[in-house]
């Protein structure tokens, strides 16, 4: 027998509870994504991750959910925050490359850019350090 999604989000409701205190939360909220509830999705995503702030399923549900309200730079922090915990996942890759910076996010290049000069060296290659200075601790 197969279960619709209405009683897959039933059943998980139930188990999830109104606080989202159970990490069963990612999943009712992408069932909520895939019935197109997508405010219901984000609410049960804020709620789950203030109990599980960690949790990577979490941050990617609730970025697909951003995404799908047209939440893009929010979306894209999302992903690029599960990105540095799976920096080898092509999946979130490929979420974050569908989601390019905004303006906003994009490092402006100056038109015109100087020449750096390197560093001033004793040696030849030997970088000049400035030396620490010398904090004097008074005796008792």
Request: glycine share 6%.
């Amino acid at each position: 027998m197969t279960e619709t999604l209405q009683q897959r989000i039933s059943l998980l409701e139930k188990k999830v509870g109104p606080n989202s205190k159970s990490p069963l939360f990612a999943q009712l909220a992408s069932y909520y994504l895939e019935a197109g509830r997508a405010n219901d999705a984000l609410r049960v995503c804020d709620n789950g991750l203030a109990f599980f702030p960690f949790y990577t399923t979490g941050h990617l549900v609730k970025g697909k959910v951003l995404a799908s309200l047209n939440m893009k730079a929010e979306a894209r922090r999302e992903f690029e925050w599960v990105h540095e915990f799976f920096p080898g996942n092509a999946t979130v890759a490929r979420l974050i490359s569908e989601l390019p910076p905004t303006a906003e996010e994009s490092i402006a290049v100056p038109q015109e850019v100087g020449v750096v000069e390197p560093p001033p060296t004793i040696a030849k290659g030997v970088p000049v350090v400035a030396k620490p200075p010398v904090v004097e601790i008074p005796s008792a």
